[in-house]
Nanobody, 116 residues
Framework: QVQLVESGGGSVQAGGSLNVSCVYSGFTASSYCLAWFRQTPGREREGVAAIYNGGGSVQYADSVKGRFTIGRGRAENEVFLQMNSLKPEDTGMYYC??????????WGPGTQVTVS
């Protein structure tokens, strides 16, 4: 059974940092892309960062380049998103998503990030 569970969201002032984590199970990451998406009411869903082939390559949205870092966590089945220099526009629900061939097939329940 495929599962993804996010943790680590919270509230922070602008300029601060947060680290959100995704623990997954039921599949091998090397066969998939794992991505972070965010959703804010009234705004389109946005792909923030992605990690491919178990960490072989990464990709970022222009809006977060230089501020966010995606990587594999200490646990074998963990992916994190380190967010620095946070801005109010980074506020949203952050989701860990499994992607294969452009198809987003499994989503975690999300973790809220609020920047004030």
């Amino acid at each position: 059974q495929v599962q993804l569970v996010e943790s680590g969201g919270g509230s922070v002032q602008a300029g601060g940092s947060l680290n959100v984590s995704c623990v997954y199970s039921g599949f091998t990451a090397s066969s998939y892309c794992l991505a972070w998406f965010r959703q804010t009411p009234g705004r389109e869903r946005e792909g923030v960062a992605a990690i491919y082939n178990g960490g072989g390559s990464v990709q970022y949205a222009d809006s977060v380049k230089g501020r966010f870092t995606i990587g594999r966590g200490r646990a074998e089945n963990e992916v994190f998103l380190q967010m620095n220099s946070l801005k109010p526009e980074d506020t949203g629900m952050y989701y860990c998503v499994r992607e294969l061939g452009g198809y987003l097939d499994y989503w975690g329940p999300g973790t809220q990030v609020t920047v004030s």
